[in-house]
């Protein structure tokens, strides 16, 4: 029994393989020919990885910038044991988190098929991290092991119901569409953003419509916009701690111009390849799902990870992107000094 929800659980915090399996169902469920089923199959699989390696391709161009960011506040990384680890939390209390994962999905499976709410949450590693998270707070608050189970189950459950209906309609606003919604702990950021845009923005115009100059209009290549913006972050942090503290900092191997030329140039790369593997996924499960809205879940969508947005609107995520880096780098400017003195107060 162990063994086998020790399975399960791999394969629905395994992006690639979970979403393979929901194509894989709806395509059966089409009665498609062989030959489609084995393409939709793998093109989803393959979608999901693309997608997975561009992230990991981003998160890799920026991870420098951290130690660069703890020689400005002079920080020299002291280790923070928690009280109880993640890894202690997944060895122990793995049973309770997978049951909570099936259960909020079970639950969130005969929701769509018989309320209003008709989505299906489908981003396997937050129907992974949700419970994980419930599982930790109530353990926290010495739960044992069947409430661990009801609690968490209940708040995954709430959530993956409700957040991604409350987005469902800003979703059709921006696409166009009703196919998909998001599945994103981001809603609470994103109805603040849309509830800013039905104040402040002009009905009938959108940043889509923003027209660059001829000799600017390489700017809306969101991959070119954002590896400059990157190589000038590294530039900036590097004029501030000292050419010299950044190399070490960044664990740089050649001249630093060269050195944040390239560290922008790959977090473009990693944004250009995770765009490749949303519009490949989509195109896929889309489609597929249609397979199990019809037979088993009528008129229900997928809910589905943030950057499926990124394609319908790239103006507006370039925009976000540069508004979110400067700000983002601005705050860290700001707060670092409070974060520091709160870090020596700890010890």
Request: zero cysteines.
């Amino acid at each position: 029994m162990q063994s086998v929800m020790d399975f399960i659980i791999e394969v629905i915090r395994e992006p690639a393989i979970f979403l393979g399996l929901i194509a894989l169902t709806g395509l059966l469920l089409l009665r498609k020919d062989f030959s489609s089923i084995v393409s939709g199959t793998a093109k989803t699989v393959i979608g999901v990885v693309i997608l997975t390696q561009g992230t990991n391709i981003l998160m890799n161009s920026i991870a420098p910038l951290t130690e660069g960011f703890n020689v400005m506040y002079n920080i020299d990384n002291p280790e923070i044991e928690p009280v109880l680890g993640a890894e202690t939390i997944l060895s122990e209390y793995g049973t309770p988190i997978g049951l909570a994962m099936l259960i909020a999905f079970s639950i969130n499976l005969i929701v769509a098929r018989f309320t209003p709410f008709k989505h299906v949450f489908l981003t396997g590693h937050m129907l992974f991290w949700f419970p994980f998270i419930f599982v930790a707070v109530g353990i926290e608050n010495n739960l044992n092991n069947t409430q661990l189970i009801i609690f968490a189950s209940i708040l995954t459950s709430l959530y993956i119901i409700i957040a991604p209906a409350l987005l469902r309609p800003f979703v059709r606003k921006v696409t166009g569409s009703d196919d998909f919604i998001i599945g994103h702990p981001t809603t609470i950021l994103s109805l603040i953003a849309g509830m800013v845009g039905k104040l402040f923005g002009t009905k009938g115009k959108s940043s889509e419509d923003i027209k660059f100059p001829s000799s600017t209009e390489f700017l809306r290549e969101i991959s070119i916009t954002s590896s400059i913006v990157m190589f000038f972050v590294y530039i900036v942090v590097s004029v501030i701690i000292g050419f010299e503290a950044a190399t070490i900092a960044f664990g740089a191997e050649q001249n630093l111009f060269i050195y944040s030329v390239m560290q922008g140039i790959l977090f473009g790369a990693g944004l250009t390849i995770l765009l490749l593997g949303v519009r490949m996924m989509l195109a896929e499960i889309i489609p597929a799902f249609q397979g199990i809205s019809q037979k088993w879940i009528p008129n229900s969508v997928p809910a589905l990870d943030a950057p499926i947005l990124f394609p319908y609107a790239p103006n507006a995520v370039l925009i976000g992107f540069v508004v979110s880096m400067i700000t983002s780098v601005a705050t860290i400017f700001m707060t670092g000094s409070w974060a520091f003195s709160a870090l020596l107060s700890y010890h």
